[in-house]
T-cell receptor, first 115, second 113 residues
Framework: KAGVTQTPRYLIKTRGQQVTLSCSPISGHRSVSWYQQTPGQGLQFLFEYFSETQRNKGNFPGRFSGRQFSNSRSEMNVSTLELGDSALYLC??????????????FGNGTRLTVT | GNSVTQMEGPVTLSEEAFLTINCTYTATGYPSLFWYVQYPGEGLQLLLKATKADDKGSNKGFEATYRKETTSFHLEKGSVQVSDSAVYFCALSSYSSASKIIFGSGTRLSIRP
């Protein structure tokens, strides 16, 4: 069974640009969550999607957005990039996310560098 | 709100040493508790979990017991190997926000041969 796939692995962007990251969950998983990982802030929850609906949201500005498609694949978008957005962005899928016994399966992440 | 506090790293040990990484949590109700591990260049992998008080999670020689009285979920291993070198994250999820997992800051573990 294929794991969670994130593309691209690396991205370099300039301040003010926008970026789109992609995540393909494990087959059969309907919940997709996104996390930002930085050395200073650790892992911070961005949002979670289930059946194409955003079900939970972290404390990030509106520049961070996402969506989920009918095949459960998900994208996140960051507009008007800032230097502080440089981070590893991790996507995680789970069967349904509604059970707090359902563990997350993570992808290897997209490393975004903003210059 | 819910939070997880884990011991600062890095932790450096010799092979075959005993490992403890402390983790305490703050949460309302009865959260599920997890340990995730991140190897260099990879995403996080679930190492073990416990879903109710006094449960013991175990995997690959690692163990952690859900202690509600001390709100702790310390990770232990009796004899570490070089291949255990990684970053370890303690985490919780609550029934009220099941899809939102709160992670600790991570503890980097390095094992010397």
């Amino acid at each position: 069974k294929a794991g969670v796939t994130q593309t691209p692995r690396y991205l370099i962007k300039t301040r003010g640009q926008q970026v789109t990251l992609s995540c393909s969950p494990i087959s059969g998983h309907r919940s997709v969550s996104w996390y930002q990982q930085t050395p200073g802030q650790g892992l911070q929850f961005l949002f979670e999607y289930f059946s194409e609906t955003q079900r939970n949201k972290g404390n990030f500005p509106g520049r961070f957005s996402g969506r989920q498609f009918s095949n459960s694949r998900s994208e996140m978008n960051v507009s008007t990039l800032e230097l502080g957005d440089s981070a590893l962005y991790l996507c995680a899928s789970s069967l349904d996310g509604s059970s707090y016994n359902s563990p997350l399966h993570f992808g290897n992440g997209t490393r975004l560098t903003v210059t | 709100g819910n939070s997880v506090t884990q011991m600062e790293g890095p932790v450096t040990l010799s092979e075959e040493a005993f490992l403890t990484i402390n983790c305490t949590y703050t949460a309302t109700g009865y959260p599920s508790l997890f340990w995730y591990v991140q190897y260099p260049g990879e995403g996080l992998q679930l190492l073990l979990k416990a879903t109710k008080a006094d449960d013991k999670g175990s995997n690959k020689g690692f163990e952690a017991t859900y202690r509600k009285e001390t709100t702790s979920f310390h990770l232990e291993k009796g004899s570490v190997q070089v291949s255990d070198s990684a970053v370890y994250f303690c985490a919780l999820s609550s029934y009220s926000s099941a899809s939102k997992i709160i992670f600790g800051s991570g503890t980097r573990l390095s094992i010397r041969p």
